[in-house]
């Protein structure tokens, strides 16, 4: 969410309408059963987390998610010391970000596009090699994405399970966004208070 802050009024109002649309569109699929819970929380958090963390353009990608689990995956293992070629759909995860991440430098957020920036200096100054700066991104970005995924699903799961505390959290939604759940009503929440 932190993210979100980074973009101006304007963009950040497109951006929330954007991300409002598509969840009212994932609501009617889970509705349908088209997908669980978690499926349907991974997606709405990988979707918005790409538009706020990186670019639209790039969370408009339908393969985007499929690629991030099979990265999310495979990465504990390769950070215990396997090697990534034990993994080929891992490698060609990666390989598919990292080349995504470079062709989509425009639009980033302000902290992405100063890390871009700083790459591209230690690049030319020949103290980092090609793409290096695109494989610190794609870390960076699994690191915020991998956790908050199921950090939201069990805590969805538990609030499940949990009707009064569940109805004690609608309603102080409720009392923050008063058109909660109105078909058509805009996101309009007062983010100073």
């Not at 790039?58 to 099979?70: C, E, H, S």
């Not at 950070?79 to 970000?97: D, K, N, V």
């Not at 794609?138 to 690191?143: R, S």
Request: contains cysteine; charged residues 25%; proline residues 5%.
């Amino acid at each position: 969410m932190v993210a979100l802050f980074l973009y101006s009024d304007k963009s950040l109002q497109a951006l929330t309408d954007r991300m409002e649309r598509e969840l009212r569109e994932d609501i009617v699929s889970l509705k349908e059963g088209r997908f669980g819970l978690m499926r349907f929380l991974y997606k709405s958090i990988f979707k918005a987390s790409t538009g706020a963390i990186v670019n639209a353009a790039l969370a408009k990608n339908p393969n985007m998610l499929d690629f991030f689990m099979t990265f999310d995956d495979t990465m504990p293992l390769v950070l215990a010391g396997l090697p990534p070629s034990y993994f080929p759909a891992f490698t060609s995860a990666r390989e598919f970000f990292v080349h995504a991440l470079v062709s989509w430098r425009e639009d980033n957020c302000e902290l992405l596009q100063k890390r871009w920036e700083y790459f591209d200096k230690k690049l030319q100054e020949g103290k980092m090699q090609d793409l290096d700066g695109a494989k610190a991104q794609l870390a960076i970005f699994w690191a915020s994405v991998s956790n908050t995924m199921p950090g939201t699903f069990w805590c969805v799961f538990h609030l499940l399970k949990n009707p009064t505390t569940l109805a004690k959290l609608e309603a102080e939604i409720k009392a923050t966004w008063p058109n909660f759940q109105q078909p058509d009503s805009p996101l309009s929440i007062d983010i100073e208070s």
